[in-house]
């Protein structure tokens, strides 16, 4: 049923798809996903003016780290091609596994959930606070009032409504759920976050909408009471967690696009995430 | 820990929130998402130039109707905020349940899978074709041949790389899983979708992207055969189905991004749709 057009189509895309994984390979994006960079010119008006387009989201596998012990997502096949003539998967999925929202009804009674949060919220200014240098020898690092400002000296000031991402370089550690939860001997997990006070100053100086990390956590690993998440979700905003690439994207001036499931009664979930500038 | 500026933030929220429900209700909008009227100004350059945003995706919910039965989402709490400090729950969702994408894989054997779809192509020019008027009294109408050519004469050429929507007013039907699955005293579903000469027609003649459907299936509910899955996705295209809000978008000039999950293998799956112009 397929014309000699159609398998032309067909050949030209997978040239494309090869491209993109080399483009993946060659960028050390291991297990992120890339846009290619021999990509066809994009669609106006989203795309018309658009210079750079890059995915933040992981893939979604049984083996990405989640924060506790039994809450990595599950699957398996639910039909085949060979014996029902279509194929496709089952999936157990923990709302807070892999790249994901939480919501404000997460950690705040009768905070807004997931089909609460509407598209103007979750398409907004991105900035990127880079924390990488000092979380390379501190994996207990916190984003500080200190860096925001130091962040606003360099690039000016944070945008109202903006969504304020750290980037800690703990993507390289993803493939190891024990690495990248930093768990001690006492099972304390250590890995970077944003400080209370940044997430306070952030609220009240700059009214940011949300608050993304590379982590498991926008709380810092070894937090025992979550003032990160009590404070934004308390004031009504959302976290975005297990960013991939921030490393990929301008300090200021892109946008991000969280593309939230909108799971009924969510806490928040899983998303495909990603920016454009 | 949250400060009066953090509460005059939750309540402006609050007041947008109700703005939002008020506006989707008023626009009879039911299930689905919407955009609220009053939403703030929004951020460049992929909102620079918007002048509209439009969710297309339904609340995933476990009473949306299902292809067969047995597919329903399901869900559970998993923790709450009183017993463990924050709320979360459990999914088990198959992956073309609700607002979805068909990846290549799902009818073609060693087809792309769901992680190797690239941003580039979910985020594509999109065109509206309405047979709502024909459906009302045919639910087994599909799109022709015929159908995209008086399309054209109206609106200009379907551009290259586009995901063509089929609007047939099939959402009204969507709050009951009998109606929109039509389904006859013999078991046989009864729901609009495209022809098979209309799908070889757009790959051949306009080499589009992706075909999209307000209804279960891009085949006709009364389909055997799937000829429209098989084509499709056999020149490495993908199909979007259960689109919601068709109606509220321009019938050309606007762009569709598909925040489809990146599941592992996955065969499509749930996606944030929406468009923008």
Redesign the interface.
């Known amino acids: 049923?397929?014309?000699e057009?159609?398998?032309r189509?067909?050949r030209t895309?997978?040239v494309?798809?090869r491209a993109?994984l080399l483009g993946a390979a060659a960028a050390g994006g291991g297990l992120a996903?890339s846009?290619?960079a021999s990509?066809?010119a994009?669609?106006?008006?989203?795309?018309?003016?658009?210079r750079g387009?890059q995915?933040l989201?992981?893939?979604?596998?049984?083996s990405f780290p989640s924060f506790a012990d039994g809450e990595e997502a599950r699957?398996r096949t639910?039909v085949t091609?060979e014996e029902d003539?279509?194929?496709?998967?089952?999936?157990?999925?923990?709302?807070?596994t892999g790249t994901h929202v939480d919501a404000p009804?997460?950690?705040?009674?009768g905070g807004?959930l997931s089909?609460?949060l509407?598209?103007?919220e979750l398409?907004?200014?991105a900035v990127v606070v880079d924390i990488a240098a000092r979380a390379a020898g501190d994996p207990d690092a916190e984003v500080t009032v200190g860096d925001l400002r130091a962040f606003e000296r360099r690039y000016g000031r944070i945008?109202r409504?903006a969504a304020v991402l750290m980037h800690s370089g703990w993507g390289a550690k993803v493939g190891s759920a024990a690495a990248y939860r930093g768990t001690d001997g006492d099972g304390v997990l250590h890995f970077p976050g944003f400080g209370?006070d940044a997430c306070?100053w952030l609220?009240?100086k700059r009214?940011v909408r949300s608050l993304g990390v590379d982590t498991l956590s926008i709380d810092p690993g070894r937090s025992e009471d979550?003032?990160v998440?009590?404070?934004l979700t308390?004031?009504?905003?959302y976290g975005l967690e297990n960013l991939a690439n921030l490393a990929s994207i301008p300090r200021h001036g892109a946008?991000v696009?969280v593309?939230?499931?909108?799971?009924?009664?969510?806490?928040?979930g899983?998303?495909?995430i990603?920016a454009?500038?």
């Open positions: 049923m397929c014309t057009e159609c398998l189509q067909a895309a997978r494309s798809r993109a996903l846009a290619p990509a066809a994009p669609a106006a008006p989203l795309t018309g003016r658009r387009l995915d989201t992981y893939p979604l596998t049984t699957r639910y091609i003539g279509y194929y496709m998967q089952e999936w157990r999925l923990v709302e807070h009804g997460h950690f705040t009674p807004r089909t609460e509407t598209l103007d398409i907004v200014p945008p409504g209370a306070e609220l009240e009214a979550f003032p998440h009590v404070t308390g004031a009504d905003r946008t696009v593309g939230l499931l909108p799971f009924e009664e969510g806490s928040g899983q998303a495909r990603f454009t500038w």
